[in-house]
Every structure is written in structure tokens, then in C-alpha cells.
């Protein structure tokens, strides 16, 4: 996968080039180029911004730049090149939410462009133009504000390079994360654990060690229903219950959690500790 990153503080995605991610552009796996937005300037103060139509606080990116950027970076391949069309990635708190759905979806395009704005935000011509020649995807990462794209990024670009073919030593990883399709769909990951046994008092959880590889997966799941229901509950009402069997009815019912035919809804009876750990264990 190629990924071209415009934005006016290259020197932030730094982090990049190490850990996993790093690791995969080393080994081909990833193509990363950050590109200075000012390059494509042409005054001596080298201006990406300017006040906004119609006033207000702040400054607005200018389109210019942005769109000499776009044509570079888009005529830097072979017009008969399989990259083609790529997808501009647009990183924005206006944007709909980045998922772990969305972060599969990118992972199938061989080519991303991202965006990084600053300030108010791209003079929205870019975006407009932009949608004429590519897909584009406007995402935010939260409810929250960052003082531009950069952050957005390097959690995009991870969360959807660990994705890719050969990136993580063993691809089912992937599968057992948190919101990943299939069995984790709308559910968050439970507790994980590692040697030693003990520690300060404090036990692994007997079936961990028990070898029984099917009570395990039955125990990581009542583990990821309660791990959800403590704190995410809105997602349980996600789930579909048609994938659900007896033994996670149970599990929801224990937690407060009713499924009906096309629902799963709360019962108003959620217990004191709804959500907690179901294993036991000594205080600190």
C-alpha cells in the first residue's frame, strides 16, 4: 500500500518509521511519503492560510497550495498505474466516525492520500474539487478537537496498516480484536494475561491454565460481553441477535441485558457489578 501524507509539519510523522509500522515499510510492505504542504508556495512567507469569507475566528488552509499538492502527488505514479484512482483521506471532527469497519475498508485500497488541515480547517473547494477525481472520506477519529490532522493520521495509518497482508507475525490477532467482524463485531476485547501465574497475590484466571481450549473461548467471550456492558454499553445494543446463541443470552441476561427478536435491549436490572471481571480476586 502507498500512502502520501500532505500536511504543513512532516517532521510529525516521525513515529512512522518505527514499532510495526516502520517495520512494514521496511519490509515493502507499506509506502510512506510525507510531503510538505509550504513546497508548493510561492511567496517568501511560504502562506498556507488567509482570514475566512464571511469573518470569524481563525484562519482557513488555502486552497491554492493544497490544490498544486494534489496534482503532484497525484501525477508522481504511471497513468496506467493499478493505484489508481486513490482514496483522499480527509481527517476532520466534522468527519463520520473512524471505525474498525472503516480502517478494513481502507485496508483494501492500494493507495491513500491524506490531508492533514490545520487551523479552521481546508478551504472546502479542495475537498469538492478533490471528489471529482478520487473517493475522498472525511473521518474523525472522536469527539474531540486536535490542533490539525497529524495525530489523526498516525492513528489512521496504524490502525489500517496492522491490517495488511503480512504486517502482524500472526493474522489472527486481527481477528480477535476489539470490534473486528465476525465474532468481536460490537464487542471490545477482555482482559488478557501472561506469565508469571502469580503475582502480588493475584492470580490468572483458572481456565487460562486449564488447557480446555473451547471453556477458554467460551470464558473470553462472557469476558468480552462484560468488559462491553462496563464501558460500552451502547454497543451491546448493536449486536445482532440472530448470532447470538444460548450460552450469550445467558451471559447478556447476566449482565442486565435482554435479547429480543430483532434487539438487544437493557432490562433495567443490571446488577451492582454488571460489566466487572466474573473471576475472583484478592485486594491489593
Avoid at 487460562?208 to 467471550?221: D, E, P, V
Wanted: glycine share 10%; with cysteine.
Amino acid at each position: 500500500m502507498r500512502v502520501d501524507v500532505i500536511t504543513i509539519f512532516p517532521e510529525y510523522l516521525a513515529p512512522l518509521g518505527v514499532s510495526l509500522i516502520g517495520k512494514a515499510a521496511d519490509r515493502g510492505l507499506l509506502d510512506i511519503r510525507a510531503h510538505d504542504l509550504r513546497d508548493w508556495t510561492h511567496d517568501v512567507h511560504r502562506t498556507v492560510d488567509d482570514t475566512p469569507y464571511g469573518g470569524g475566528p481563525g484562519m482557513v488552509m488555502k486552497p491554492e497550495p493544497w490544490g498544486e499538492a494534489l496534482d503532484a502527488v497525484l501525477a508522481d505514479v504511471p497513468p496506467e498505474s493499478p493505484e489508481l484512482p486513490p482514496t483522499l483521506v480527509v481527517p476532520t471532527p466534522s468527519g463520520r466516525p473512524f471505525t474498525q469497519a472503516k480502517a478494513a475498508q481502507l485496508a483494501e485500497s492500494p493507495w491513500l492520500i491524506f490531508a492533514c488541515g490545520r487551523y479552521e480547517g481546508i478551504d472546502r473547494r479542495v475537498i469538492d474539487a478533490a471528489a471529482e477525481r478520487m473517493a475522498v472520506e472525511e473521518l474523525s477519529i472522536g469527539d474531540y478537537v486536535l490542533a490539525g490532522g497529524e495525530v489523526a493520521v498516525l492513528v489512521m495509518v496504524e490502525a489500517i496498516g496492522r491490517l495488511l497482508p503480512g504486517v502482524l507475525g500472526n493474522a489472527e490477532s486481527a481477528r480477535d480484536d476489539s470490534f473486528a467482524a465476525g465474532a468481536m463485531e460490537s464487542l471490545l476485547e477482555g482482559p488478557a494475561y501472561t506469565k508469571p501465574a502469580e503475582w502480588r497475590g493475584r492470580t490468572v484466571p483458572e481456565i487460562l491454565t486449564s488447557g480446555n481450549h473451547g471453556a477458554i473461548a467460551r470464558w473470553r467471550r462472557e469476558q468480552a460481553f462484560a468488559r462491553t456492558a462496563a464501558h460500552r454499553p451502547e454497543l451491546l445494543a448493536r449486536l445482532d441477535p440472530a448470532a447470538l446463541d444460548k450460552r450469550d443470552r445467558l451471559a447478556l441476561a447476566a449482565l442486565g441485558w435482554r435479547v429480543e427478536a430483532d434487539r438487544v435491549v437493557p432490562d433495567g436490572t443490571v446488577p451492582a457489578a454488571a460489566g466487572g471481571d466474573f473471576t475472583d480476586q484478592p485486594p491489593a
